[in-house]
Nanobody, 114 residues
Framework: VQLVESGGDSVQPGGSLRLSCAAS????????MSWGRQAPGNQREWVAG???????DYADSVKGRFTISRDNNKNILYLQMNSLKPEDTAVYYC?????????WGQGTQVTVSP
């Protein structure tokens, strides 16, 4: 399993970013895929998931602002993040499976500050 995230950056509050995750080494199109994050000094948390059959799930903290999607032809997972807040600052990880179990990528840094 290989998961490579990209797209992290520094943005102002209210801004938007789109993260990407290139996946390989497993049947991506059949896997539940998620995004997780870890802020400095905090534990990792699950952010959003896609069950590969049309259902998406979101943590309450990002619902209505973040959108998870996937391109099964290209084996890419996306996270569109809008209306970003300073508390969204974290390293964002692509992962297999739901919750905190599964394989995690190396992460991409997102910083939201004035």
């Amino acid at each position: 399993v290989q998961l490579v995230e990209s797209g992290g950056d520094s943005v102002q509050p209210g801004g938007s970013l789109r993260l990407s995750c290139a996946a390989s080494g497993f049947p991506f199109g059949t896997y539940y895929m998620s995004w997780g994050r870890q802020a400095p000094g905090n534990q990792r948390e699950w952010v959003a998931g896609d069950n590969a059959r049309g259902r998406t799930d979101y943590a309450d903290s990002v619902k209505g602002r973040f959108t998870i999607s996937r391109d099964n032809n290209k084996n890419i997972l996306y996270l569109q993040m809008n209306s970003l807040k300073p508390e969204d600052t974290a390293v964002y990880y692509c992962k297999t499976g739901s919750g905190l179990s599964g394989n995690w990528g190396q992460g991409t840094q997102v910083t939201v500050s004035p």
